[in-house]
């Protein structure tokens, strides 16, 4: 809060759910004295100064400085008549003594239709014998509001002047705060219902397409004129401070600045004219607090229509969910290549491509392999080159097993591979790294940081064409990088050996994958809740059922075992005996 030595002001941040007409905010705002009471600010610190050099016989006047609580005391007593209190509600329009004399005037066939409504407005005070106060309001609709909004101000510099791109940012910003209703049909609305909205008008794209929350802005102004008698001539000055400035964003937040001071020390406002006299005032929660019985009605409403949008949203949804036919895997990967570094050349580029063993499948319409683009390296350390590319992929895979292997074997992953090339100014290409992985036989989330290899050819002019005329040696077929597809076809072959295949080491790519499974048998392992993880033996049924049922019956055969040896044992001894 806000004291007599430092005018620190800070801001209250507050969320609500209910509608912000029911907000309310009390201001009471009291003169404290005059000049000839009690001198400003500045008046003060030279009396101080003053007192340090002059003094009986040269020695310096010993008073000590008066305290805030003496402070605080001489205010209360200098306290006068001037006493003013209003409760405001959210943008309620209270008018100035220039605002009265200004829109007090008769309208013409050409004005707004906001003057027309202060006109009326002002008829009717006129007609109620009613006059301004020294406090009144700036709603959005009054061209203070654009004038003193500060968020389009880069500095504090009262000639600058607002471009017209940040005026009409603020104007996207500051559009009407209402809740958006999705038509569900032609008879009803139902919120957050439709989330998509399938022809959405122009008004609907120029309010959604900003990423800030729209907000509606509202000023609680004084007029510390030494008069606030219509009477006198419009043309005298007006002293106008802001009390306090409210933002109302359309996410139910409500900020005020300044806070609330409810028992606290008031705050001060100096006024710019020659009889600098001090005014303080108090900011109130008013709003009419709800009563336990309307509490409780709310709660049930809130409640019954929860359950109500429950049984839409479920009945929309249903009780079926997609699901694999039994002894079917579905495997989902949603992967991404997130950057290389170290590569010989720079402007590179990432070719990857899924490889499937036996008994995996994919939709036709799938795509298996893709490029990234071409990305320049950016040093971010002092050894390493990185190239980010940011590039997503995803893959929907169905494994099915044999019937002649469905106890036996446990399913082969596929693997994805990855070929980094790089492109020059001249059109140039050149291999800078292959490498690949398995997909993880286990659901997560993954974050691999692959070693990547180049073919070397068999003399130094091989490295000199790479370097000065493009190309270099490449792999005629991609999967050598792991297991060759010709070594799996050759049942015979039973070695693999890459003896005096020479390679060079060049860079690393980092890569993410999440991973995904779905089957029938996953779902039954955790409506049981087993402890052990089913992903790591999952193929089929019958493989999890058979491993099972061996598990149970060594333990009964141990048990069974252990119960005979002591049986032995006991008739022994009795026999003994």
Same mark, same amino acid.
Not at 452 to 470: A, K, T, V
Not at 522 to 533: F, N, P, V, Y
Not at 544 to 567: C, F, G, H, P
């Given at each position: ?15 609500? +759910? ?22 400003? &600010? ?28 003496? %402070? ?24 100035? @003594? ?69 005026? !009409? ?51 609680? =102004? ?23 400035? %409210? ?26 004219? *020659? ?24 709660? @049930?409403? =809130? ?7 429950? *049984? ?18 579905? &495997? ?79 399913? @082969? ?17 050149? *291999? ?27 003399? %130094? ?8 005329? !493009? ?14 597809? &010709? ?12 003896? !005096? ?12 994958? +999440? ?28 493989? =999890? ?14 048990? @069974? ?12 001894? =009795?026999?003994? &005996?």
């Amino acid at each position: 809060m806000s004291n007599f030595d430092d005018n620190d002001i800070h801001c209250g941040i507050y969320r609500t +759910n209910d509608p912000i007409s029911n907000f309310k905010i009390r201001v009471k705002l009291e003169r404290l004295t005059s000049n000839s009471l009690l001198p400003s &600010l500045e008046r003060l610190k030279i009396r101080e100064d003053l007192s340090r050099l002059l003094g009986n016989d040269g020695q310096p006047i010993e008073k000590p400085k008066a305290s805030r609580t003496e %402070i605080a005391q001489v205010f209360d007593e200098t306290k006068n008549s001037e006493y003013e209190e209003v409760v405001i509600g959210w943008q309620q329009k209270l008018f100035s @003594r220039s605002e009265f004399e200004k829109y007090g005037r008769n309208v013409g066939p050409h004005s707004t239709a906001i003057k027309q409504k202060y006109f009326d407005a002002i008829q009717k005070m006129k007609a109620d014998s009613k006059q301004p106060g020294r406090i009144f309001t700036y709603i959005e609709s009054d061209p203070y509001g654009y004038e003193r909004h500060l968020d389009y101000f880069i500095t504090d510099s009262p000639n600058e002047q607002p471009s017209r791109l940040a005026l !009409g940012i603020d104007n996207v910003r500051k559009r009407h705060v209402v809740q958006t209703n999705f038509k569900q049909s032609n008879k009803q609305y139902l919120q957050k219902t439709n989330l998509i909205n399938q022809k959405p008008t122009f008004d609907i794209i120029r309010t959604n397409h900003f990423t800030s929350v729209s907000y509606q802005t509202m000023y609680l =102004m004084a007029d510390l004129s030494q008069t606030i008698n219509t009477t006198t001539d419009i043309s005298q000055s007006t002293d106008e401070h802001v009390l306090c400035r %409210i933002d109302v964003y359309s996410n139910g937040t409500i900020i005020l600045e300044p806070d609330f001071n409810n028992g606290k020390l008031a705050y001060l406002v100096e006024t710019g004219k *020659i009889d600098r006299a001090f005014y303080q005032y108090y900011l109130e929660h008013a709003s009419i607090s709800i009563t336990n019985d309307y509490l409780i009605k709310e709660r @049930r409403l =809130m409640n019954e229509i929860c359950t109500r949008q429950q *049984i839409y949203l479920s009945n929309i949804v249903g009780n079926e969910f997609d699901i694999p036919p039994p002894t079917v895997l579905k &495997l989902n990967v949603f992967g991404e290549i997130i950057s290389g570094k170290n590569f010989d050349f720079d402007n590179t580029y990432v070719y990857y491509c899924l490889d499937l063993t036996n008994n995996w499948y994919v939709e036709s319409s799938t795509i298996l392999s893709g490029y990234t683009h071409t990305a320049s390296a950016t040093t971010s350390s002092k050894y390493d080159d990185i190239v980010y590319y940011s590039h997503p992929f995803e893959f929907e895979l169905w494994y099915k097993p044999p019937r002649v292997s469905a106890d036996h074997e446990l399913p @082969r992953m596929p693997k994805i591979y990855f070929q980094i090339s790089s492109l020059d100014s001249w059109g140039r290409h050149r *291999i800078e790294g292959y490498t690949y992985i398995d997909i993880p036989s286990s659901p997560g989330f993954y974050n691999e940081h692959l070693s990547c290899w180049r073919p070397r050819g068999n003399s %130094i002019y091989d490295e000199l064409r790479r370097f000065y005329i !493009g190309g270099s040696p490449e792999l005629e077929d991609i999967s050598y990088v792991a297991i060759p597809k &010709l070594f799996e076809s050759e049942p015979n072959n039973t070695l693999l050996s890459r003896f !005096g295949f020479r390679t060079v080491s060049t860079g690393e790519l980092n890569i993410r994958l +999440n991973v995904v499974f779905q089957s029938q048998s996953l779902a039954k392992e955790h409506t049981k809740q087993r402890s052990t993880h089913t992903v790591s033996r999952h193929g089929f049924d019958a493989f =999890m059922s058979n491993i099972n049922d061996t598990l149970y019956e060594y333990d009964q055969a141990k048990k @069974r075992a252990l119960e005979v040896r002591e049986k032995t044992r006991q008739n022994f001894q =009795m026999e003994t &005996l």
